[in-house]
């Protein structure tokens, strides 16, 4: 989650097969599957409140959710285990109606264990489609969250699958590192407070203290990873913007190391010892995220890319763009091979198949970096990899398939652009749209134009360039899917900047191509 290169090689094997050595069992506790027989039992007394970490909730089904929240006393503890005794830890869950708690729906126990963080994602079902929900958690006698004031309850929503498709609202942001900048966000107004969705993590962080010595290290170890995800997970406004609404989250680069392809380190790390820190990472992911099961690695392996069914109205195509990638070039002959990929033959088969099948009004891809060709020597995005970017605009342009639209964050900027069938024609038929939404709190302030513009808004499939930090609004029905860039004047003053409209574009139905909507 640094930018910086490691200072040593000499990991620790020992983590690996620890990485690697969570059971089923283990995983069945923590998401609440188990039976009474995980019971926990003897567990020291949690003489402090757990919850410092908050609670969020993630892939919405058309019947339920997954839940999460980490027990953390002490966060930023330097064994990673967040102040929490080497014992299991009853967490009882609980799904109302109300945000009184009146009326509990769904409830029952997941087991936090030391494997996993003392993290639970307890998967819920059969909840009513289209209902609002509010959930909550509780350890010998602590509530979540506490935050030294009264509960605050978060709201889970299960999209329909009637029909006709009600419309959907998300919302999409990039990766951000730890600065000393502001979330002005989530508690600020910025945000709208009834977003069905959220699409990616943004990661930032701000503390009362400064971060010591260790925070400011390369994360290597799966102790160094767990202490940093405390470190972003700490902020009141992070733990706002999670708990406003249910997220579909999808990682890139910095969850484990900059600019990693599949096994081949940035930095230069022996493969051995990348595939180490791979595993270590992809295992802090999943326990300070929520994630279903599935999504937790067996060693260096996790299966991130899956497809949600938001009713009639969209299929979501979550993609992994990282685990599977080819290296980047090391010419323009090895750029334009033609079996080169950026998702590999798995996932790109995959991800083909499920769009040819969709039988929703539109097909949403959620992904990592620009699609939509910029320049040649962009080569970590889509310009690195374009014979697979046009198999992929072969497929999307293929009579039978929904009409699409992909949300990207990465380029810590707000883009828009559209995707043509063949870019070396720029008259050749539009085939989709992709909405790249920018940081929460990366590259500072920001501005409206900076040195990356031109090669962006060079080209005239380009609609729209802001430097700004701030996020995109996505608005889906079954006529149109809408696209809202907002924006914060500053971030590292404070977080009390107000949200600033900046464009709106709109994709319609069976017509391709942005329009701007005044």
Not at 50 to 72: M, N, Y
Not at 422 to 435: L, N, R
Request: glycine share 10%; aromatic share 8%; proline share 8%.
């Amino acid at each position: 989650m640094s930018a910086a290169p490691p200072s040593s090689n000499g990991l620790d094997r020992r983590l690996f097969r620890q990485a690697a050595g969570v059971g089923v069992g283990a995983l069945l506790a923590g998401a609440g599957l188990a039976g009474q027989a995980e019971a926990a039992g003897g567990a020291p007394l949690l003489r402090e409140d757990p919850f410092r970490l908050g609670v969020a909730s993630g892939e919405p089904a058309s019947d339920g959710i997954v839940l999460w929240t980490r027990l953390a006393p002490r966060p930023l503890a330097d064994d990673g285990h967040g102040g929490m005794a080497r014992a299991g830890y009853d967490v009882r869950w609980q799904v109302a109606e109300d945000e009184r708690f009146r009326r509990v729906v769904r409830a029952g126990t997941a087991l936090a264990l030391p494997k996993l963080g003392h993290s639970v994602h307890p998967w819920v079902r059969g909840l009513r489609q289209g209902r609002q929900y509010f959930y909550r958690f509780q350890a010998q006698g602590h509530t979540s969250p506490s935050a030294g004031s009264a509960p605050r309850r978060a709201p889970a929503r299960a999209p329909r699958s009637a029909s006709p498709p009600p419309p959907a609202r998300r919302g999409t942001t990039a990766t951000s590192p730890p600065t000393a900048t502001w979330c002005p966000g989530p508690r600020r107004g910025v945000l709208p407070r009834r977003l069905r969705l959220r699409v990616r993590h943004h990661r930032r962080q701000h503390v009362a203290r400064r971060p010591g010595p260790r925070h400011e290290l390369e994360t290597n170890t799966l102790a160094d990873y767990r202490v940093r995800y405390c470190l972003f997970k700490t902020d009141l406004d992070l733990q706002a913007a999670h708990a406003a609404a249910p997220w579909v989250l999808t990682p890139d680069d910095h969850e484990v190391q900059y600019d990693y392809a599949d096994e081949k380190s940035y930095y230069g790390l022996s493969e051995e010892d990348f595939l180490l820190r791979r595993a270590v990472a992809y295992r802090a992911y999943y326990e300070n995220c929520p994630l279903p099961p599935l999504a937790l690695a067996h060693g260096p392996d996790a299966r991130l890319h899956r497809r949600l069914r938001y009713g009639g109205l969209a299929t979501l195509h979550v993609l992994d763009g990282r685990q599977y990638r080819d290296p980047k070039p090391a010419n323009t002959e090895e750029q334009y091979a033609p079996g080169r990929s950026m998702l590999g033959a798995a996932q790109e088969q995959w991800l083909y198949r499920g769009l040819r099948t969709a039988d929703s009004r539109w097909n949403l891809l959620l992904q990592q970096v620009g699609m939509v060709k910029v320049t040649e020597n962009r080569v970590d995005q889509w310009d690195g990899y374009p014979a697979a970017r046009q198999r992929l605009l072969d497929v999307l342009g293929e009579r039978g398939v929904a009409p699409s639209v992909v949300f990207t964050g990465d380029c810590h900027r707000s883009i828009a652009g559209d995707l043509l069938a063949d870019f070396a024609d720029p008259d050749s038929a539009i085939v989709s749209s992709q909405f790249l939404g920018t940081s929460i709190a990366s590259d500072g302030d920001g501005a409206p134009s900076d040195n990356y513009a031109k090669d962006w808004m060079q080209h005239p499939w380009m609609s729209f360039y802001d430097g700004g930090r701030g996020y995109v609004l996505g608005h889906a029905d079954a006529s149109a899917v809408t696209a809202e860039y907002r924006a914060v004047p500053y971030v590292r003053a404070d977080n009390q900047a107000a949200g600033i409209f900046l464009d709106r574009f709109r994709v319609e139905h069976g017509c391709p191509g942005l329009q701007k909507v005044s």
